[in-house]
C-alpha cells in the first residue's frame, strides 16, 4: 500500500488524499510526504493509523518529515502506531480540551475513556454536549459490534478555538458498510449501501424498518444532520465509494430540511476510489449555538432517551423469560 502526506488534507478537499491512496500489495505501507507545510485532518490520521495496524512490525517505510507541522503528526501519536521513529523532541503539553490523540477502541471500556475526553473539548453546556457525545459513543459502538474489524476501530479529534470547531475522524479496516448491511438489506454497490446507512431506521442487525431496540440505525442519519445544520462538511468513504456532505445553502426564507433521503441533500459522490477494506467518517462540528441546532439536539436527546428505555425494557423481558 501507498499513501501520500500533502500539504493539505481538509474534508473539503480531502477526494485528492483518498485518490492518492494504492491499496495494492496490502503487506506493506510506503509513506511519502511533502517537505513544507502540511496539515491533515484527523480522518487522514486515523485511516493511517488503521493501516499500519494490519501490518506486521517493521512493514510500514516513513520519510523523516521535515515540515513543522511534523510535530502535529507526532503529538497525535501517528508514528508510535506506524512503529517508526519520528526523530522529534517535543515537550507535550496537556491535551484536555484541546485534542485527544490517536486512541485505538477496542472495546466498551476504551469507549469510555475516549468519550470522557472528548467531552471537555465540546465546550457545551452538558444538556448540549450529551447529544454530540451519544452520536460519537453509538458511531464507534457500530464498529465493535459490526465491523468485524480485528483491530476495533481508530479515532481522533482536534478543537480549534478561533473557530469553534471540532473535527473528528474514525477508520476501521474491517468489512465494510455495505458487507455489514448485506444480512437484512440488499445493496446495487458500495455507493448505494453508503447512502442506505444515512437513512434513519436502517441497520445491519435487521432488516426491521425502525431497527430494533438495541440499534435504531440513526447515529449515521444524526451525524449528518448535524453537519447539515451548522453547515459543515461530513465524509463517509466504504469500499470503493465516498459519501461528502457539502455545505448547504439556505432556502430564501432561511429555512431548511433535514432529509432522510441522502440524495436529496447537496453532495457529492464518487463510486471509484481506491477500495478501502472498511468505513472511515470524517465530520466538522461547528459548535456556536443556534435555534436550529438546539432542536436537533433536543430531537436527538428524545432519541437517546427513548432507546435507552427500550433497551432496559428488552434487557428485563429477557431476564423474566428465563425466571
Not at 492518492?20 to 507545510?37: C, H, R
Not at 490517536?102 to 472495546?107: E, F, G, S, V
Request: charged share 25%; glycine share 8%; proline share 3%.
Amino acid at each position: 500500500m501507498k499513501i501520500h502526506l500533502p500539504n493539505g488534507a481538509f474534508l473539503g478537499n480531502i477526494d485528492q488524499f483518498l485518490n492518492g491512496f494504492d491499496p495494492s500489495e496490502p503487506d506493506k505501507l510506503d509513506i511519502t510526504a511533502v517537505e513544507n507545510w502540511m496539515w491533515l485532518h484527523p480522518v487522514a490520521l486515523s485511516m493511517i493509523a488503521s493501516l499500519a495496524l494490519t501490518l506486521e512490525k517493521g512493514r510500514v517505510t516513513c520519510p523523516k518529515i521535515k515540515a513543522r507541522s511534523g510535530h502535529y503528526l507526532e503529538r497525535m501519536g501517528l508514528f508510535k502506531f506506524l512503529g517508526v521513529e519520528s526523530g522529534m523532541d517535543i515537550t507535550e503539553h496537556d491535551s484536555s480540551g484541546r485534542f485527544i490523540p490517536l486512541t485505538q477502541i477496542r472495546n466498551s471500556e476504551d469507549l469510555t475513556r475516549f468519550i470522557t475526553e472528548m467531552v471537555p473539548m465540546l465546550h457545551l453546556e452538558p444538556r448540549q454536549a450529551e447529544p454530540i457525545r451519544y452520536i460519537i459513543s453509538e458511531l464507534a459502538r457500530n464498529v465493535l459490534e459490526h465491523s468485524r474489524s480485528d483491530n476495533g476501530a481508530i479515532l481522533c479529534a482536534q478543537y480549534f478555538e478561533k473557530s469553534n470547531i471540532i473535527r473528528l475522524g474514525i477508520a476501521d479496516t474491517g468489512i465494510g458498510i455495505r458487507a455489514s448491511l448485506s444480512r437484512s438489506h440488499r445493496t446495487n454497490d458500495d455507493l448505494d449501501a453508503i447512502k442506505l446507512s444515512l437513512t434513519p431506521g436502517v441497520t445491519g442487525t435487521t432488516s426491521r424498518e425502525g431497527g430494533t431496540a438495541l440499534n435504531a440505525g440513526a447515529g449515521l442519519f444524526f451525524i449528518k444532520s448535524i453537519a447539515v445544520t451548522k453547515h459543515n462538511f461530513f465524509v463517509i468513504y466504504s469500499g470503493n465509494a465516498m459519501y461528502k456532505l457539502l455545505k448547504r445553502k439556505d432556502e430564501n426564507d432561511g429555512s431548511f430540511t433535514l432529509n432522510a433521503n441522502a440524495n436529496l441533500d447537496r453532495h457529492s459522490e464518487k463510486a471509484n476510489m481506491p477500495q478501502w477494506h472498511g468505513t472511515v467518517i470524517g465530520i466538522d462540528i461547528s459548535l456556536d449555538s443556534t435555534d436550529e441546532f438546539n432542536a436537533l439536539l433536543d430531537l436527538i436527546r428524545d432519541t437517546y432517551g427513548k432507546a435507552i428505555r427500550e433497551r432496559k425494557e428488552n434487557r428485563y423481558k429477557r431476564v423474566a423469560k428465563f425466571e
